[in-house]
T-cell receptor
């Protein structure tokens, strides 16, 4: 049973436009939500997080939105840059994190 | 500053051979330690986690085992590898469980069982 789902395996966006990556979860008890970025043959690197008491967190070009009633999480990247091309994982958890299957973002120059 | 080391970076092993992957963390004490696997076309699956020396929690039944002989050392092992053990293995650490800083991952080991 996949508790954290990323239903879009891939996404292509033009440079300068907004990238929106989505994530759905099933467990309403999750406390924290994260987004990670991963390049091939490297470990994931932490991007941004949000706790369950908030609905938005912003860090530079990255904004994470949390809709608890819909059990939905999204990451907005504005403006998108070619260096943002990577696989993005969302994660959610209470005492440990459960990761989604990832979305491969390709930013076209 | 804290760093995490994971080796080797790549490994090709025959079916039925043993496995030992090592992970060490520097610059922190009593970290939580994790082993994840990313299989082709799949997400990051938590295999094991440890909150202290000698304490191991297994998340999924499998052909692998983990040990934590020292505070900042985490080892992933198998006595006999299967083809299905192929994947990208990641070690990670954290202070406590979940929190706003998430986990810090190592650079990973690409294991190919042939």
């Amino acid at each position: 049973d996949q508790q954290v789902k990323q239903n879009s395996p891939s996404l292509s966006v033009q440079e300068g436009r907004i990238s929106i990556l989505n994530c759905d979860y099933t467990n309403s008890m999750f406390d924290y939500f994260l987004w990670y970025k991963k390049y091939p043959a490297e470990g994931p690197t932490f991007l941004i997080s949000i706790s369950s008491i908030k609905d938005k967190n912003e860090d530079g070009r990255f904004t994470v939105f949390l809709n608890k009633s819909a059990k939905h999480l999204s990451l907005h990247i504005v403006p998108s840059q070619p260096g943002d091309s990577a696989v993005y994982f969302c994660a959610a958890g209470t005492y440990k994190y459960i990761f989604g299957t990832g979305t491969r973002l390709k930013v076209l120059a | 500053s804290q760093t995490i080391h994971q080796w080797p970076a790549t490994l090709v092993q025959p079916v039925g051979s043993p496995l030992s992957l090592e992970c060490t963390v520097e610059g922190t004490s009593n970290p939580n330690l994790y082993w994840y696997r990313q299989a082709a076309g799949r997400g990051l699956q938590l295999l094991f986690y440890s909150v202290g020396i000698g304490q191991i929690s297994s998340e999924v039944p499998q052909n692998l085992s983990a040990s934590r002989p020292q505070d900042r050392q985490f080892i992933l092992s198998s006595k006999k590898l299967l083809l299905s053990d192929s994947g990208f293995y990641l070690c990670a650490w954290s202070v406590g469980g979940v929190g706003s800083d998430g986990y810090t991952f190592g650079s990973g080991t690409r294991l190919t069982v042939v």
